[in-house]
Antibody, heavy 121, light 106 residues
Framework: QVQLQQSGPGLVKPSQTLSLTCAISGDSVSSNSAAWNWIRQSPSRGLEWLGRTYYRSKWYYDYVVSVKSRITINPDISKNQFSLHLNSVTPEDTAVYYC???????????WGQGTTVTVSS | DIQMTQSPSSLSASVGDRVTITCRASQRTNNYLNWYQQRSGKAPKLLIYAASSLQSGVPSRFSGSGSETDFTLTITSLQPEDFATYYCEQSYTTPHTFGQGTKLDI
């Protein structure tokens, strides 16, 4: 049974970097069929897909344009996890952040528990 | 980006009813269209992928149909646990995009 366990702070100061980690059990971050996604949800923006990483003989990264200059998603093979880093945050980045797995672009079938992140001084 | 528009935004129904939620994409999605259920305070749950394929473990009262840009989620014989918010998502091109949600309540 595949599970994703999120960790990271729930409070980040404006202009700082939001960093979250998603630990994978029951699958591999290097899987040749899975992609590893980050999504956020807020009342004002709804569900917003932020980006993903996946391995197909090499690592690939896709990011939504609205945060592309500020976001990095990194796989960590040694720990079998992946991370989200969003820098220069503002209160508009306040949201519930989720990690999720997708297989062959057929929907996100496994989700983390969600992390509520508030950007405030 | 592909814009996803769901209707209705909210829907009132009763246990045992049949309900239909629609999702329209601004461009073709090649049937890379997925449906999720989200209960309050929980992560979304995948119900339907590839427009009409039922995710493992999801009850058969949920079904999806449609093609190209117009899709439908149907729930037959509503159960109490089905009262939740439903989202469509296209996974054909990046960025993947979601509809604004349909809240189903009593």
């Amino acid at each position: 049974q595949v599970q994703l366990q999120q960790s990271g702070p729930g409070l980040v100061k404006p202009s700082q970097t939001l960093s979250l980690t998603c630990a994978i059990s029951g699958d591999s971050v290097s899987s040749n069929s899975a992609a590893w996604n980050w999504i956020r949800q807020s009342p004002s923006r709804g569900l917003e897909w932020l980006g993903r990483t996946y391995y197909r003989s090499k690592w690939y990264y896709d990011y939504v344009v609205s945060v592309k200059s500020r976001i990095t998603i990194n796989p960590d093979i040694s720990k079998n996890q992946f991370s989200l880093h969003l820098n220069s945050v503002t209160p508009e980045d306040t949201a519930v952040y989720y990690c999720a797995r997708s297989i062959d672009d057929n929907g996100m079938d496994v989700w983390g528990q969600g992390t509520t992140v508030t950007v405030s001084s | 980006d592909i814009q996803m528009t769901q209707s209705p935004s909210s829907l009132s129904a009763s246990v045992g009813d049949r309900v239909t939620i629609t999702c329209r994409a601004s461009q073709r999605t090649n049937n890379y269209l997925n449906w999720y259920q989200q209960r309050s305070g929980k992560a979304p749950k995948l119900l339907i992928y590839a427009a009409s394929s039922l995710q493992s473990g999801v009850p058969s009262r949920f079904s999806g149909s449609g093609s190209e840009t117009d899709f439908t989620l149907t729930i037959t014989s509503l159960q109490p646990e089905d009262f939740a918010t439903y989202y469509c998502e296209q996974s054909y091109t990046t960025p993947h995009t979601f509809g604004q949600g349909t809240k189903l309540d009593i």
